[in-house]
Each structure stands twice: as C-alpha cells, then as structure tokens.
Nanobody, 120 residues
Framework: QVQLVESGGGLVQPGGSLRLSCAASGNIFSTYDMGWYHQAPGKQRELVATITSGGSTNYADSVKGRFTISRDNAKNTVYLQMNSLKPEDTAVYYC??????????????WGQGTQVTVSS
C-alpha cells in the first residue's frame, strides 16, 4: 500500500508565502515523476508544477517565477515553495506521484489535498 500525505496549507495574505510538502510512504521501490495540481471551487483540477526523478521541472504559466518545486528522492518527498501568493492561487492543492511498488506494479497516486487560501 502506498500513500501520499500532504502538509503545509493554510491561510495567507496576498504577497505572502507558503511551503507545501508531500511525503510518499509504503511499499515503494522507486518514485518517478512527482507534481502538484490545484482545484478551485467550480473549476477543473489543473497542473501547477511537476518534477522528474532527475530534477527537471515544468510549471504552469500562471506560477512561473513565483513557485518552485523540488524533491528529496531519499525521503520520497516533493515540496512546493509558493511566493508572492495571489488571491487567484486559492484552491485545494493535490500531490501526485508516479510510483513503482516493491511488487513492481507502477501506478499513479494522489494525495488527499490541502487547502490554500490567499486573502486579506
């Protein structure tokens, strides 16, 4: 069984910063691409940023220059540093990971989501 557990969401004022963390645990043999998505009320889930196991990154245009994705492969953990937050960043943020289990079954997993609210 593999789980993704997110932390770090909360309420922040416009212009502020938050750091999200997502730790994968369980019977993991290897972790491939990891990423963050967000879903605002009434909207579809959208890509925020992804990172490969080798460290190559990809960002949505709306967050380029403000958000930074990183990972610690030894800890199977991915981070999202969010700076210069705007009210339109308000959403539930979901962690996503492509994981090979010890049974050599490769699957895509989602975390439970963490709320980020940007408001004065």
């Amino acid at each position: 069984q593999v789980q993704l557990v997110e932390s770090g969401g909360g309420l922040v004022q416009p212009g502020g910063s938050l750091r999200l963390s997502c730790a994968a645990s369980g019977n993991i043999f290897s972790t491939y691409d990891m990423g963050w998505y967000h879903q605002a009320p009434g909207k579809q889930r959208e890509l925020v940023a992804t990172i490969t196991s080798g460290g190559s990154t990809n960002y949505a245009d709306s967050v380029k220059g403000r958000f930074t994705i990183s990972r610690d492969n030894a800890k199977n953990t991915v981070y999202l540093q969010m700076n210069s937050l705007k009210p339109e960043d308000t959403a539930v943020y979901y962690c996503n990971a492509d994981i090979l289990s010890v049974l050599f079954i490769r699957r895509n997993y989602w975390g439970q989501g963490t709320q980020v609210t940007v408001s004065s």
